[in-house]
């Protein structure tokens, strides 16, 4: 029988280290990787022309494809997951900022739809009480999916998100960090704030899931079945998980991250309704756990 031939781009994490370098292999088809570094600029022609079969994708950026009727199909594969309070920044020579303080501030976001932003904004504005709407957002990025409507400031073309916080063009950033002695943390101790939040919510928020073509799930659910057995295999030949684990599989492994971003993408109208997790996945995708 001929082996399909899928085009897939996955990040390099150790957890699918034994699949990118052909030491796990599948029955029934072979995965041809293509590297796109960084992996999140697969996300857009992955959306908008579904230019690859398998591919890693944010989760923010999936929502807002299923909401406006992209072929694609969610597989319960975390490629990553983690704790997302050191990923926001401040320049502490613009005075003091926290956490509580942004409203009336300029912050800095790659796009204002990264899943990134959308965690931090929903702990902002769920566990700080920040209004979100009297945030000064900048942008640097288009949407991955080109109907969103967005509606922040764009930065100035080639203007760089860290340089216009260190030049005082931007009062905070989101979704980045840095080692640079003038920026500091906006959460003081993002360590703490992170084990605080994770024992109050007992969420590890989900970055990146994987993705397939509802073309490959209708023509063969056999092998999408064979993708995601591939991928927790390698997961398992990684050793064991760690404690929470940062890179859950199946749907009741992941059910509370995604029940959390589905209300935050809600409040932040990046969806028009909150999805319940079953219907973020096809009928393709019963009985993987």
């Known amino acids: 029988m001929n082996r399909l031939k899928l085009k897939a781009v996955l990040g390099s994490h150790p957890h699918v280290k034994a699949v990118k370098s052909g030491e796990l292999r599948a029955d ?3 995965l041809d990787f293509i590297e796109y570094t960084p992996t999140n600029t697969a996300f857009k022609p992955m959306v908008r022309e579904q230019a690859f079969d398998v591919c890693e994708m944010a989760i923010v950026t999936y929502l807002m494809a299923k909401a406006h009727g ?9 490629m990553l997951g983690r704790f997302q309070h050191s990923y926001a920044l401040y320049n502490p020579a613009q005075g003091t900022l926290g956490p509580s303080n942004l409203e009336g501030k300029r912050v800095g976001i790659r796009s204002f739809t990264t899943t ?3 965690w931090i904004r929903g702990i902002l504005a769920n566990d700080y009480g ?5 945030i000064r957002w900048v942008t640097f990025e288009d949407p991955h999916v080109a109907e969103y409507v967005d509606t922040t400031a764009r930065a100035p073309k080639d203007n760089k998100i860290l340089q216009m916080l260190i030049d005082g063009e931007l009062d905070a950033v989101l979704g980045e960090t840095s080692d640079d002695p003038k920026l500091k943390p906006l959460f003081p101790d993002p360590a703490a704030e992170a084990a605080k939040w994770y024992g109050h919510r007992g969420v590890v928020p989900v970055n990146h899931l994987v993705v397939v073509t509802e073309q490959l799930a209708k023509s063969r659910p056999d092998v999408v079945a064979g ?16 404690t929470p684990d940062l890179v859950p599989f199946g749907i009741e492994a992941n059910r509370r991250s995604l029940e959390l971003i589905v209300d935050y993408a809600f409040q932040q109208a990046l969806i028009p309704r909150r999805y319940a997790v079953e219907e973020l996945f096809d009928a393709t995708i019963e009985g993987l756990n």
């Open 28 to 30: 029934l088809f072979d």
């Open 70 to 78: 992209k072929p694609l199909v969610l597989l319960p594969a975390t």
């Open 116 to 118: 990134t932003g959308a």
């Open 130 to 134: 920040v209004k979100l709407d009297r």
């Open 227 to 242: 993708v995601y057995d591939l991928l927790k295999r390698s997961k398992e030949r990684a050793g064991p998980a760690a």
